[in-house]
Every structure is written in structure tokens, then in C-alpha cells.
């Protein structure tokens, strides 16, 4: 008898429980793709990328020409990231880093879209020429 | 056996089994490739089995020893920090919302996901001086919460068919 009183409790609690679960996910997941999608909306598509080593900018180059850059980090230079502009997208086409996520990364060309390779700390990030006189967003 | 010797080796056999995890995770092939280097995290079914059945001081220990362990073995000193970063941060959420009752396994698993890919983009926004990296975490959300559910429903399985005793 005490026993199934305490099942009970216990069920319902577990209950409670998985319906919190359920709330949680549901409206974490909510937020991140309003965000998402708000950042989407916002964002266009950039006119250059911005190519930064361990936080220093060492060089800027417009998406709207095809070339094809040398990234060199290490003591001797190295560790290369070959980033390659086509067709108004930025990837990065071959690399030594170990773990070959920059190179794995799809091409890039929205405002604000980057490709990292954190064991070079190279950073490569889409701009928008005019994001500074853009005007704010007329609701 | 003395209480201390045996929670030893329990501490001792879950650290090797999530080490053993870790080492499985990283033969299987990518699973997710539109943004790389997303996985699902294995070890932390233990973690979050020890961090329920045993508690708070002894899953941070394990999950500690396992990421000193698993970054001299197949890592490098960033990808320690990286990972130290993520696990700290989703290990004191985890244990502030167990405290508070109001998820159950699967939901705190869920946070501890997230939250571990929150402090890794932190520290690599912190470390690379991008802003911009914080982007990614609108993807990361997404993945970590399906790595957050399956975790936990490891997890919880768990939890629920080891025995109370060995404790």
C-alpha cells in the first residue's frame, strides 16, 4: 500500500519532470532559430573577407575577384591555409592544420559567416563594405 | 572492502571506461558535415552518470582527469583549454539545475551540451578576438542539444540500471 503510493509519487514526478524537459528544449530551440533567423534576415551578402592571424588583421580581399591566397602561420612559416575567392564565395581549399576543419568548411559569403582554423588561429570572416553608414532597420 | 578504496576504484574504472568512449568516438567517421568537428561526446554518459549516482565533486574529478588524459594523448594544449573551458561551464549548470529538481537527467544533459559548446565558442572569441564566432553557436545549439538528449538517455539508463550498492 505504501509502496504503491510511493510509485505514484514518483511517476508523476517523473512526469513533471519530462514535460520541464520537453518546455526546455522546445523553447531553447525557439530562441536560437528566431536568432538565427533574424541574423539571416538582417545580414546580406558580405563584399569581402577579412583575414586575421591569432586576432591581427593581415589582410583584406574582395569577393569580387577570384584569387587564390597563401595564409602562412608558424615559426618558419610553415603551416599553410590555401583560401581560395571564386565565384564571390571564400573556402579554404587545402591545409596542414590537423584536424582539416577550415578546409571541410563550406564556402562562405554572407555577412558575418567565418571559417576558423584554431590550431593556426587563422581567422577568415565575411564584411559588408557599407555596414557602417547601412541604416539601422526601419520597423 | 573500505568505503574510500572501493568509491577509488569506481572513480578509477569510470574514468577508464569514459576514456575508452572518447577513444571509440574518435575512430567513428564525422556524423554531422556541414559544419565539422561536431561530435556527440561520449564520455559524458559517464559524466553524468557519475555527476547522479555518485555527485557533484566526484563527476567533476573524473570528467578533470579524463580531458588531461584524453588532450596528452590525441590533443594539443589548445585543444585542453578548449575543452576544460566547455567542460567547466556545462558542469556548474549541470549541477545548479540537478539541485534545482526541475529537469530531469535528459533536460540537464541537454543544458550541459549546449553550455559545452557556449564555453569552447567563448574561449575561442576570447582567444581568436573574433566577436563573430559567436554565430556558430546557433548551429552548435541545434547539435548540442540532440548530443545533450542522447547523452542523457544513455545517461539516465544508466543511472537507472547500476546498482545503488556500488556506491
Known amino acids: 500500500m505504501m509502496q504503491d503510493v510511493k510509485n505514484r509519487s514518483v511517476e508523476k514526478n517523473s512526469r513533471r519532470l519530462f514535460r520541464n524537459d520537453m518546455i526546455f528544449i522546445v523553447v531553447l530551440l525557439l530562441l536560437v532559430t528566431a536568432f538565427g533567423l533574424w541574423i539571416y534576415l538582417v545580414r546580406g551578402e558580405g563584399d569581402r573577407v577579412v583575414v586575421t592571424i591569432d586576432g591581427k588583421e593581415i589582410g583584406t580581399y574582395s569577393l569580387a575577384e577570384d584569387v587564390t591566397v597563401e595564409i602562412r602561420t608558424g615559426l618558419q612559416n610553415e603551416e599553410l591555409n590555401l583560401l581560395v575567392i571564386k565565384d564571390g564565395k571564400a573556402y579554404v581549399e587545402t591545409a596542414t592544420c590537423p584536424d582539416g576543419i577550415c578546409s571541410e568548411h563550406k564556402p562562405i559569403s554572407r555577412e558575418g559567416e567565418s571559417i576558423v582554423c584554431l590550431p593556426h588561429k587563422v581567422v577568415i570572416t565575411v564584411y559588408a563594405e557599407n555596414e557602417k553608414d547601412a541604416p539601422d532597420i526601419v520597423v | ?167
Request: some cysteine.
Open chain 2, 1 to 167: 572492502m573500505r568505503p574510500a578504496t572501493k568509491k577509488l576504484a569506481m572513480m578509477g574504472l569510470c574514468t577508464a571506461v569514459a576514456l575508452v568512449l572518447a577513444y571509440i568516438e574518435a575512430l567513428l567517421p564525422p556524423i554531422f558535415h556541414a559544419v565539422p568537428g561536431i561530435k556527440i561526446g561520449f564520455p559524458n554518459i559517464i559524466i553524468v552518470f557519475v555527476l547522479y549516482r555518485f555527485g557533484f565533486k566526484e563527476a567533476t574529478v573524473v570528467s578533470l582527469v579524463r580531458i588531461l588524459v584524453i588532450s596528452f594523448m590525441f590533443g594539443n594544449m589548445m585543444a585542453l583549454v578548449y575543452s576544460l573551458a566547455g567542460a567547466i561551464l556545462s558542469m556548474l549548470l549541470m549541477v545548479v539545475l540537478k539541485k534545482m529538481n526541475f529537469l530531469s537527467v535528459v533536460g540537464v544533459s541537454v543544458a550541459g551540451g549546449v553550455f559545452h559548446n557556449v564555453g569552447q565558442v567563448l574561449t575561442a572569441m576570447w582567444l581568436l578576438g573574433t566577436a563573430e564566432l559567436g554565430y556558430y553557436l546557433i548551429v552548435l545549439t541545434f547539435t548540442g542539444t540532440v548530443s545533450g538528449i542522447f547523452v542523457g538517455l544513455c545517461g539516465a539508463g544508466l543511472v537507472k540500471r547500476i546498482s545503488k550498492r556500488l556506491k
